[in-house]
């Protein structure tokens, strides 16, 4: 643990030197490091006992205790989210098809060089939205952690049709987005994998309803690294899905929940929902 976070430390230190002495000279970047600096140089300015020139050890050790977070705080929650991905895109033949076409289209045909086509272009990432629907629609599907908040005596929950009041005061209240995401009053075909829905506009029978959609939660205490995770989930799908071939292998005589066989799973000590029996698969490099 002690040489591990000796490290990230000596890799992320140079990131956040680098961040204090350009800020305010490189402008339209808002990365965590950007805004941490930004904090800490508004926070010295303003003290007449600081001086911008000697970096508070206090703020580096805080910097690189929250850099840490976001990168490994999501990593269990996006590797159930790519398991049960994959899961679906094998039982959805026709969906991976569009998939892999999407991405000859934006990546280029030869999967070989994706790698290389995105670290010289990282904004490809961003123009391909069947991948963020494909994302999407298994979050929808599997949202691998719900919220809870703790109730007060000045808050209330309201029934809409008939405004009734329900006291939260001693209470702890879960936002279930499971049971909210299959609710057939907000989603047309809730059980099913569509990930055109998330494509489609306004008028559309299958267009998402507003504030539906709730596996990062939404206001301001929703999940802070949502648009990271998505980003990693995008990475690696274009990274994967028209090298490999990832076969979940359940057998059919498994047990079921919701009818499906890669049902949600929660294991002693975890806080989120996993594949059931670890998601076993068989994993095959597709003839080019």
Not at 25 to 40: D, R
Not at 111 to 140: C, D, F, G
Not at 203 to 217: I, L, S, T
Request: proline share 7%; glycine share 8%.
């Amino acid at each position: 643990m002690w040489n591990n976070n000796r490290i990230m430390k000596n890799y992320l230190l140079p990131h956040i030197r680098r961040g204090i002495s350009e800020y305010g000279k490189v402008e339209g970047y808002k990365t965590v490091t950007n805004l941490a600096v930004k904090a800490y140089r508004n926070e010295v300015k303003s003290s007449s006992s600081s001086s911008s020139d000697n970096i508070d050890p206090r703020f580096i050790d805080m910097a690189i205790a929250q850099m840490k977070i976001f990168i490994f705080a999501g990593h269990d929650t996006t590797a159930g989210a790519l398991s049960f991905a994959y899961h679906l895109l094998w039982k959805n033949p026709a969906t991976l098809v569009a998939l892999r076409a999407e991405h000859d289209a934006v990546l280029g045909s030869d999967p070989v060089k994706a790698a290389a086509n995105i670290t010289s272009s990282p904004q490809l990432l961003n123009k391909l939205p069947y991948t963020s629907a494909v994302i999407k629609e298994t979050l929808r599907l599997f949202p691998p952690i719900g919220t809870v908040r703790k109730g007060r005596q000045d808050f209330f929950l309201v029934y809409p049709d008939t405004g009734i009041r329900y006291p939260t005061d001693g209470f702890m209240l879960l936002g279930c987005s499971v049971a909210e995401h299959r609710n057939g009053t907000f989603w047309p075909r809730p059980d099913d994998f569509v990930p055109e829905r998330w494509l489609v506009g306004e008028g559309d029978p299958m267009h998402v309803r507003k504030n539906a959609f709730r596996p990062f939660e939404l206001g301001p205490r929703n999940c802070i690294g949502q648009e990271l995770a998505q980003l990693e989930l995008r990475a690696i799908l274009a990274l994967t899905v028209r090298e490999l071939d990832v076969q979940s292998a359940y057998s059919e005589s498994g047990g079921r929940v919701l009818n499906e066989l890669a049902y949600q799973s929660m294991a002693p000590g975890e806080v989120t929902g996993h594949p059931s029996q670890g998601m076993p698969v068989r994993v095959k490099i597709r003839n080019s």
